[in-house]
């Protein structure tokens, strides 16, 4: 067991999708989905308008990954994709630092993002509420793809086994994550019995 009074999991796994522009406020079929949307095909997620008015054709093409630390770094890490959609599409395209995953979900609502790299833990509010549209995920080349639990620990804080870490505190990257809270909840239940803000106190580092 690694060291420290923190338990601190993996980096978000990125979804990249494309957006439709939002269909008006019809009778459709939509079960989850925000009311300016339709799922008249029922995969879940939002349709393309069949109304050409309401597509979006931009000449710029705007792109946003999930908040990080440093937006510059990934802005660099992504500039080989941005251009590859600059040679396919015949658009520009740029990159938009997000703040928060509020701010990303509500800026692809709202039309002003295009593309984006959800974190896991965002991707059911930004399908429902922003017609996210799913395509792929990070992997290797081989196909593999996820992250691991680790929870870190200090040297001499009495923290030795999973079972240790019942009545103290646990940080978490932020509610909305899937790997930085919501996937590791349900494996220290699952797996050691242990339930947050009942056997642990969850806090958030952001």
């Known amino acids: ?43 879940l997620l939002a349709d393309t308008p069949t109304d050409p008015a309401q597509q979006v054709d931009p000449d710029t093409l705007i792109f946003a990954y999930t908040p990080v630390e440093d937006p510059a770094v990934y802005k660099e890490a992504w500039s080989d994709f941005l251009t590859h959609l600059e040679n396919e599409t015949g658009k520009s395209v740029v990159f938009f630092p997000v703040q928060s ?24 509010l930004a399908v429902n509420c922003a017609g996210f549209n799913p ?17 870190i620990t200090y040297p001499d804080s009495g923290i030795e086994t999973p079972a240790d870490i019942k009545g103290k505190q646990l940080a978490f990257t932020s509610p909305t994550s899937n790997s930085g809270f919501k996937a590791p909840s349900a494996i220290l239940k699952a797996d050691f019995g242990l339930v947050a803000e009942t056997d642990f106190e969850p806090v958030f580092s952001g």
């Open 101 to 124: 995953n509020a701010a990303q979900i509500e800026a692809m609502r709202s039309g002003r993002l295009h593309i984006a790299g959800f974190n896991t833990g965002s991707n059911p």
């Open 135 to 151: 395509f792929t995920i990070m992997a290797s080349e081989d196909g593999n793809f996820g992250y691991e639990m680790e929870i």
């Open 1 to 43: 067991m690694k060291h420290s009074n923190t338990l601190l999991s993996g980096a978000a796994l990125a979804l990249v999708l494309s957006l439709a522009g939002p269909a008006a406020a019809q009778d459709c079929p939509r079960g989850d989905l925000d009311k300016m949307f339709c799922d008249v095909d029922g995969d």
